[in-house]
């Protein structure tokens, strides 16, 4: 086995053909990046990560709050803790430029790294490398999810390439080589440092290590330090945030129904429904390695169903089981026998096909974190104001020196272990009422001078707004346009007053009693 690997890798580095297709399929890449090169696209969740390393750098304070008890409001700690390093670089910059364009980078070294690794394995199954190496680079190279992601701010495309560095050299371990299982296993401690299904990651591989004979010495080299990573990450969570799991795991508790639904999404717009019989081209060819991944695939699909999913548009925690399958899909069009051709090619188009529809459903997805961090420095100008609650916390967190109540709970101890799911959690007024924020910022539908839409707003907003309407103590200030269709009302506490000079002329327009005097007034979720 470990004999086969060498010959073929030697073989595959004299490849010229491959170049060719490599460099193509990156520049389709490059063109759907550039697609949403408009800092719209970048998440407000990615400043969260941000605020925490900016913390961390200034304040020796790795969490969003300095002023409270450190809580691991986010997933994604190796990003956090590498976006620390360009944020003590540029202080004054936006950390989102450097993170985008690092995101880019990883997202076409992923791809290059995929083909490479789909040209070796249908080496060995018999099949043809260049062909292998084309599908599998160009359904990569079509996903709007994974170009969108590259650029959203995220740590998606670092999860994604680790994901595919952990396999390209856990091939290999599977040959025997223990200091590449050595290497697997440090990509895979640091996969897990990434977002939390790294350890489901590692679990399969080394599962997968010990099935194949020649394998099981490897597996421990693969294990090893994957575990030593481990460990030190859950000892310092343990020591540090008292908790072995983030913030989040409270505050996203599992929702299969939702899961359920999230997974056939991607079914249609990332695999094109039939996509999966591209497999078919595997019969009696499958390698190690493959088989291993289409395990693998099945798992992580199934634990982004039973987690519920994501409310964040495209397909984000299905990032790997979309590179898994592009790799899957690559060689079975490559080792399809004739009896099989025309159905496993059809397969792969319809799969290409529904990443190319999926492009509008993507694209509208922006955010107007300009304004929210316009926001966040008006409030930090305003001597009175030293809280604020909302829930998009990011850019106008990373804006505004104060606390932040975080009404979605990610950053709030508290408030993410209320019974519920996510976005529909349960709501303590006497909690609100014990912090008391000096301003309230809410989403809601465009107002104008139509009644408030409360029953479109999001659960956590309609708790707040409750909470003033019924228990007092606030005035409505104004409305600023967020987006179309989308206004941010602006809320302030009774004895705060915002200066004309930085918060304009407050709005005539009592929406508080309007809602009050309504036969129905806000219901708290």
Same mark, same amino acid.
């Given at each position: ?179 590449? @299982? ?15 299904? @790294? ?186 104001? @030293? ?139």
């Amino acid at each position: 086995m470990e004999a086969s690997y060498a010959i073929e890798q030697a073989a595959d580095e004299r490849r010229d053909g491959l170049r060719p297709v490599v460099l193509l399929g990156l520049l389709v890449a490059a063109g759907n990046l550039y697609r949403f090169r408009s800092d719209y696209h970048a998440m407000d969740d990615a400043w969260i990560s941000f605020r925490v390393a900016r913390n961390w750098v200034e304040h020796g304070v790795l969490s969003f709050d300095v002023g409270r008890a450190p809580v691991e409001g986010m997933t994604n700690l190796l990003w956090t803790l590498m976006s620390a390093s360009w944020i003590a670089a540029w202080p004054e910059g936006d950390p989102v430029v450097p993170a985008r364009i690092g995101g880019a980078l990883l997202h076409l070294a992923t791809l290059a790294l995929l083909a490479r690794l789909a040209v070796r394995e249908a080496s060995i199954a018999g099949g043809r490398p260049i062909l292998a190496a084309s599908v599998t680079l160009g359904l990569s190279a079509l996903s709007s999810s994974l170009a969108y992601y590259a650029l959203s701010g995220l740590e998606t495309a670092l999860w994604g390439f680790l994901f595919v560095a952990a396999l390209d050299r856990y091939r290999l371990a599977l040959g025997g080589s223990r200091r590449a @299982g050595v290497a697997a296993g440090s990509l895979l401690g640091l996969l897990a440092m990434t977002r939390p299904e @790294g350890v489901l990651v590692a679990a399969a591989l080394c599962a997968g290590a010990v099935a194949v004979p020649s394998a099981r010495r490897a597996a421990i080299a693969i294990a090893a330090p994957f575990a030593v990573l481990v460990a030190g990450m859950e000892l310092f969570r343990l020591l540090y945030f008292g908790d072995l799991l983030p913030n989040t795991f409270y505050a996203k508790p599992p929702a299969g129904s939702d899961g359920v639904r999230y997974l056939a999404h991607f079914g249609l717009f990332g695999l094109g429904v039939v996509g999966p019989l591209a497999l078919l081209g595997l019969r009696g060819r499958t390698t190690p390695l493959v088989r291993v991944t289409g395990v693998l695939v099945v798992l992580l699909a199934a634990g982004a169903a039973w987690s519920g999913g994501d409310w964040m548009p495209g397909h984000r925690r299905l990032t790997t089981v979309a590179l898994g399958m592009n790799l899957l899909i690559g060689v079975g069009v490559a080792c399809a026998r004739h009896n099989h051709r025309g159905l496993v090619l059809a397969a792969a188009s319809a799969a290409a096909l529904a990443n190319v529809a999926a492009a509008g459903r993507i694209d509208w997805n922006a955010y107007n974190t300009r304004m929210m961090g316009a926001l966040g420095r008006l409030s930090s100008e305003t001597e009175a104001v @030293g809280e604020v609650a909302l829930v998009d916390i990011g850019r106008f967190g990373w804006s505004f020196d104060g606390e932040i109540y975080d009404l979605a709970g990610l950053t709030d101890r508290h408030l993410a272990r209320m019974p519920g799911r996510y976005g529909f959690k349960g709501w303590d007024e006497a909690y609100f009422r014990e912090r008391s924020p000096e301003l309230v910022l809410l989403m809601a539908p465009t107002l104008g001078k139509r009644p408030l839409q409360v029953q479109a707003m999001r659960s956590w907003e309609r708790g707040a707004l409750a909470s003033m309407t019924r228990g007092g103590g606030y005035a409505y200030h104004g409305a600023v346009a967020y987006m179309d269709g989308a206004d941010v009302l602006i809320f302030r506490r009774a004895d705060v007053e915002l200066p004309l000079s930085i918060w304009g002329e407050p709005s005539s327009r009592d929406l508080l009693a309007e809602l009050a005097a309504a036969a129905s007034p806000p219901p708290a979720p």
